[in-house]
Each structure stands twice: as structure tokens, then as C-alpha cells.
């Protein structure tokens, strides 16, 4: 069935360093790609998002690319700050059907 | 615009009890789905619901429904309560079902004792 399989589980990096976050899908069919971010007790909140029929998209210190080839997209940060610190997940939806999330990654950035 | 809106905010329930909850979208949303979310599954798909019908559906059990007014409020219902329904429940709007963007409200934290 569809998945989508998320690495590191957890990451740490010091302030000012770069975090970067792996996503692979299993439904070649997919062709939208999100980003969430949540902070503990809080809601999902939507970072970054990417469709099939682009590369790779930027927003500010944040940005995703996407390898439809290899059913890989990733989240980069740069200039991490400690308000970086959550969890974060990655999805995969086919057209506007339901998103299939990865299992989250917990990044922490130390001053 | 105010954002989407989930009530109640904690729930305790006791095993073989029924639940409620109750999610507001963002103003002129009209797409309403439920996602549980779990320590060890995830964040995982429950349904979605627009124009007051469901349009899409995950792998969970019967046990689990909901329905959507048509003010686009939605509700979802779980009967028989197991230990392991205890979960954050997530309803996130979007605004059509032709669209991909969705906005998360704050969930429904519910305890199975």
C-alpha cells in the first residue's frame, strides 16, 4: 500500500548549522509533497509544500526538493535557530486524496 | 481569519464508552479531515467529508464515523472505546475537495481508561 518512510527520526545540530530531512514514497502517482511542522502541544502547521511538476522550491531558509525518479524529497534547513526545534513530518497525496504522512522527525538545535 | 477549531480540547473516557468530537474549518472551507495521531502510528487518515459527504475514507474500523453539517462543521464519533483509541485527534480544512492544502486545528486529546 502506500507509505512514506521518513529519516533521521531525530536530529540534532548546533545553532547556525544546516538540518536536512529525507522523505521516500512508495505510490509513484503521488504529486504533492508537504511539509509540517509541530511544536510539542501544538498544532501541525504547514512550512512548505512542492508538487511533482517542479524540482525544487525555496522559501526564505527553508526550502524542499523533489526527485520523482527516485520517489525522494527532502527539507532542507539552513541557518538553523533554536525556535527550529520540533518535529517534523513529511506527506505524499495523489492529486487532492487523503496525505500519507511519514513518521516524523525530531530535530533539536542547541544554542 | 480565524483558524480551525476543534472542541473539546481533553477528553477522559472509560473502555466501551462513545465519544464526540466536534471541528469548525477556516471560514469558506468546505473540506473537513480527521487524522489520529499516535506515538507509535503516526499521523494517520480517518476520513474526509465535503458538501456533507464522505468522500474518502482510511483503514480504520466501523467503529469510527463522522458526518459534516452544512456549515461544513464536521464531527466524528467513536463507539465501544478501546485502550488504544486514546490518541490526538487532528481535523484539518481545506478549501475544496480540489485543493491541497491543509490547515491543521489543535485536536482533541481523548483518554481511553
Known amino acids: 500500500g502506500e507509505n512514506v518512510e521518513q529519516h533521521p527520526s531525530t536530529l540534532s545540530v548546533q545553532e547556525g548549522d544546516s538540518a536536512v530531512i529525507k522523505c521516500t514514497y512508495s505510490?509513484?502517482?503521488?504529486?504533492?509533497f508537504p511539509w509540517y511542522k509541530q511544536e510539542l502541544g501544538k498544532r501541525p502547521q504547514l512550512i512548505i509544500d512542492?508538487?511533482?511538476?517542479?524540482g525544487e522550491k525555496k522559501d526564505q531558509r527553508i526550502a524542499v526538493t523533489l526527485n520523482k525518479t527516485a520517489k525522494h524529497f527532502s527539507l532542507h534547513i539552513t541557518e538553523t535557530q533554536p525556535e527550529d526545534s520540533a518535529v517534523y513530518f513529511c506527506?505524499?497525496?495523489?492529486?487532492?486524496?487523503?496525505?500519507?504522512f511519514g513518521t516524523g522527525t525530531r530535530l533539536q538545535v542547541f544554542p | 481569519k480565524a483558524g480551525v477549531t476543534q472542541t473539546p480540547r481533553y477528553l477522559i473516557k472509560t473502555r466501551g464508552q462513545q465519544v464526540t468530537l466536534s471541528c469548525s474549518p477556516i471560514?469558506?472551507?468546505?473540506?473537513v479531515s480527521w487524522y489520529q495521531q499516535t506515538p507509535g502510528q503516526g499521523l494517520q487518515f480517518l476520513f474526509e467529508?465535503?458538501?456533507?459527504?464522505?468522500?474518502n475514507k482510511g483503514n480504520f474500523p466501523g467503529r469510527f464515523s463522522g458526518r459534516q453539517f452544512s456549515n461544513s462543521r464536521s464531527e466524528m464519533n467513536v463507539s465501544t472505546l478501546e485502550l488504544g483509541d486514546s490518541a490526538l485527534y487532528l481535523c484539518?480544512?481545506?478549501?475544496?475537495?480540489?485543493?491541497?492544502?491543509?490547515?491543521f486545528g489543535p485536536g482533541t486529546r481523548l483518554t481511553v481508561l
Open positions: 505510490d509513484s502517482a503521488s504529486n504533492y
Open positions: 471560514s469558506g472551507h468546505r473540506s
Open positions: 512542492i508538487r511533482s511538476n517542479v
Open positions: 484539518a480544512s481545506k478549501l475544496a475537495s480540489s485543493y491541497n492544502e491543509q490547515f
Open positions: 467529508y465535503f458538501s456533507e459527504t464522505q468522500r
Open positions: 506527506a505524499a497525496s495523489k492529486d487532492t486524496d487523503k496525505l500519507i
